[in-house]
């Protein structure tokens, strides 16, 4: 799969904020949902991808050792409703929803750009 540990897949460290929604050999389509509040256990998205942006709100991804590696306040301007853009594989993070909606992604990971 990839340099980290399966157990920090997404769809397995951390199910109850993401679902598959389609996957075959290139790709994998996920939904992330992370409500107001909550915080995602630790995990990792071993693959890039192109995000689609359901709903945004403001959020702070921190690594594995609880070191913030980014705070969406800093993006201007913030992503909205029906954007979308780039990601790159993520190490292990964890996401903890600081706004007061939900935080709502779905996510197309390439699999064959690991």
Not at 34 to 56: D, F, M, R
């Amino acid at each position: 799969m990839s340099k980290w540990s399966e157990s920090l897949d997404a769809m397995s460290a951390a199910p109850q904020h993401h679902r598959v929604l389609f996957e075959n050999e290139e790709v994998r389509v996920i939904e992330t949902l992370i409500p107001p509040g909550e915080e995602t256990n630790v995990h990792t998205h071993c693959w890039p991808g192109a995000l689609y942006v359901k709903s945004w709100t403001e959020f702070i991804r921190f690594d594995d050792r609880g070191v913030e590696l980014f705070d969406s306040r800093t993006l201007n301007p913030a992503p909205l409703a029906g954007s979308s853009m780039w990601s790159p594989p993520l190490g292990p993070h964890y996401v903890r929803n600081i706004g007061n909606e939900n935080l709502h992604i779905i996510a197309t990971e390439i699999k064959s750009l690991a």
